[in-house]
RNA sequence: UGGUCUAUGGUGUAAUGGUAACACUACGGUUUUUGGUGCCGUCUUUCUAGGUUCGAGUCCUAGUAGACCAACCA
């Protein structure tokens, strides 16, 4: 144990405190309720991370429960979807838990409400129950079914419940303060009926409850200690206490709701509604594609797992409106990457190059260090050839000197290879560049240990040896929006949104080390950022992901000349 | 025009009445067989006004600004 001070979120103080006064520790338990309604995405991270996270600190049980109080969102695809990207984040539930679970008795103590007259059926129709509703400045009025006899309200359930009545005829209330500053204390809904398959309950119920009345109760059935949401349920709180109040034993342990903000990130549309939207239009490929805010996009995308639970550490807990730029994600991404992944050459935007006073027909396997930030260097075999690709933009016939690359009668370093001197240059018709000749110096082959091997030149560039090399799909993502905002409640707009350059498929050349390639396996390609293999059955040749760039200095020096 | 919550650099988070700090971004330097990484540095911060206190980012009051609340969604 390090005597390091750790300090405390305000979340981790509330438990702290909690146990101060009494709460013993092995009564502790989090959990992580989605609604299997759609995809976890990017704004997800906190809650997860925030609850399995305590889950690990305080060693205690997390359970994984789907709020399925709703069918006709609702689906198994989704409940799968869910598990998968949680695991695949590194974290593992102790209960896989469903409000559905429960249903039955949350049914009965509904019942025990309207015996003790604390809950009434009532008849109207939603715009009615609306109008009496009031507003957030003017109190509302009670309603007409407000006092229905024990026995009529009994009855009425019994039958919502039985599917006597078709859905939004009859609806069972709390009755509480229709007066009450908090609108949601006013009589709020408890059951409505709903004539909907479920994913999971099947046609047992056509009566469902709603989140307030699920969910606190599920939280006391499981014996939650903290239930942690985010801070638009703050207002719900007061009821989520009621209805504790009303079945709370004193014996067991009282669950506890506190808030925290939601996190923002900026440029990214996180909205359940929106992304369902881009799935359904069929603007992406589907809930994973690597241009998605989804944790299964960004998997694809050959985000890290620890690279998103980082994030979520580093961004913290708090109460605060806030919009996190995205660098910060983009940051978290490339910093773990950079310890794990091998460095290898590919080249996107292809010249030749032809190496002049090479032998024809020779061919040299060099040794390339796989990563020079390993502990325990690894290395692997890399051809080369007389005849080579390098980089489009590696090559300037007359360049400023902040040009560090090749130019005609300057010398470079092929890396992993040889120093060359750019000699002249063939171009087409069009005064395009097809072919650049070079010499190179015979002495200066990487690690030889000659005194030409050591020698500084002012560049280094990657290569591919044109005979060796693995044609490769490389797919370029952007982020899918660019709208500065989060998501608002304005609709989405497709035209404005969507940049129609995010996804660009070019082809690469690349070295052969990598025709073995796995899926996901990551790789940064000299210069040009990381990218993983999207293996893809329909494709023949190797397909790879932009993850992220690298810092992107390179552009910035050429915008300054 | 009610109630509740929030307010610390460009961004996010800490400082628990006692020297305002860490990370990201931006910029500069340095190392480098990647214009990457690493290392060093610079810039920029307590919403306003009162009050309590020896001492306030922190506590109190008022103001200002932002967020949330009127789904048979969660």
Redo the contacts with the bound molecule.
Sequence with gaps: MSTEEK????IE?IIEEDLKNGLSKNKLRFRF?P?PNGYLHIGHASAICLNFGLGIDYQAPVNLRF?D??P??EEQEYVDAIKRDIEWLGYQWANECYASDYFQQLYDWAVEFVKKGKAYVDS???EE??KQ?G???QAGTNSPYRNRSVEENLDLLKRMKNGEFP?????LRAKIDMAH????MRDP?MY???HSHHHRTGDQWCI?????W??GESDYLEQISHSFCT??????RELYDWFLDQVYDSTKVRPKQREF?RRNLSHTVVSKRKLLQLVEEKHVSGWDDPRMSTISGMRRRGYPPMAIRNFAK????????????V??LE?CV??EL?KTTH?VMAVLNPVKLIITNYPEGKEEWLEAEN???EEVMTYRKVPFAKELYIEREDFQEEANK????LTLGTEV?L??AYIIKGESVVKDADGNITEIHCTYDTD????SGTEA??R?VK????WVSIQHAIPAEVRIYDRLFSHESPDGNKEIDFKEFINPNSLEVITGYVEPSLQSAKNLDQF?F??LGYFCVDKDSSAEKLVFNKTVG?????A???A?D
Excluded: C
């Design positions: 300090s405390l979120n305000f103080q309720p609604e709020d109080t709703n006709a969102k109207q129709s939603s129950m609306a509703k507003t957030p400045t859905n939004g005829t009859h609806i500053t908090n609108m949601l809904i409505r009926i709903l469902y409850p709603m989140y307030d699920a969910h801070l638009e349920f703050l207002p719900h903000a580093t961004i913290g807990i708090a109460k605060r409106t806030n919009l996190i730029d660098s910060l940051f490339r910093e950079n460095r990563n020079p930030e902040k040009f560090f690359r370093r890396k992993n200066s082959r990487s690690g091997s050591q500084k560049g280094t560039i990657h940064q000299q210069r690298l810092r992107d200095t390179w910035k020096v050429e300054k």
